[in-house]
């Protein structure tokens, strides 16, 4: 069954240091997402993308986040300039299209800890 | 976005047949009902998804009133690895799910 790839499965960083994370979608998948989940509470949604842009973010996503697709295969978050309260399982997630109805996979997730 | 209310836990034992309800009083018209399984440290699994009526795969079926304004996963056979969160999605709104806590799970020997 395909599945959506994540890398690195945990990293450690220093406050402040930038971080990026790497996933590769299931391959005919057009619209990836990223959503994070803090230790012992909700999985919330980051951001959402499309045809090389960003369809729909929520108020977390804010200047310290960004996402890209540099080739045909990844799709990355980078977060800038981490913070303690960073720290949480970041997931990647991809679906066929973006209507109710289609299924959006995960991947296990990148677990991240800010020191 | 339609908001939806599942008990916090549940307990059974293994071999039992288990069953999740979620109300989702204001689902759209055009809403599709999506549950999820969620192991600690791990992603959310795809578990099944419906409309109307009721739909069966290999791990799971889902009962769908006719009004849709509730929906009732159904687990046979419980067993010990089946203890996970399980969460009941409704709509997506271009991908934006918004998990509620979920059910946590707890199957006993």
């Known amino acids: 069954e395909p599945e959506v790839t994540q890398t690195p499965s945990h990293q450690v960083t220093q406050m402040g240091q930038e971080v990026i994370l790497r996933c590769v979608p299931i391959s005919n998948h057009l619209y990836f997402y990223w959503y994070r989940q803090i230790l012992g509470q909700k999985v919330e949604f980051l951001v959402s993308f499309y045809n090389n842009e960003i369809s729909e973010k929520s108020e977390i996503f804010d200047d310290q986040f960004s996402v890209e697709r540099p080739d045909g295969s990844n799709f990355t978050l980078k977060i800038r300039s981490t913070k303690l309260e960073d720290s949480a399982m970041y997931f990647c997630?991809?679906?066929?299209?973006?209507?109710?109805?289609?299924?959006?996979?995960f991947g296990e997730g990148s677990w991240l800890t800010v020191v | 976005l339609a908001k939806t209310t599942q008990p916090i836990s549940m307990d059974s034992y293994e071999g039992q047949e288990v069953n999740i309800t979620c109300s989702h009083n204001n689902i759209a018209t055009n809403d599709y009902i999506t549950w999820y399984q969620q192991f600690p440290s791990q992603g959310p699994r795809f578990i099944i998804q419906?409309?109307?009526t009721k739909v069966t795969n290999e791990v799971a079926s889902l009962f769908i009133p006719a009004d849709r304004k509730s929906s009732t996963l159904s687990l046979p056979r419980v067993s010990l690895s089946d203890t996970a969160v399980y969460y009941c999605l409704v709509g997506d709104q271009g991908g934006k799910l918004i998990f509620g806590q979920g059910t946590e799970l707890s199957v006993k020997p």
């Open positions: 419906g409309y109307k």
């Open positions: 997630a991809s679906s066929e299209d973006r209507y109710s109805g289609n299924t959006i996979y």
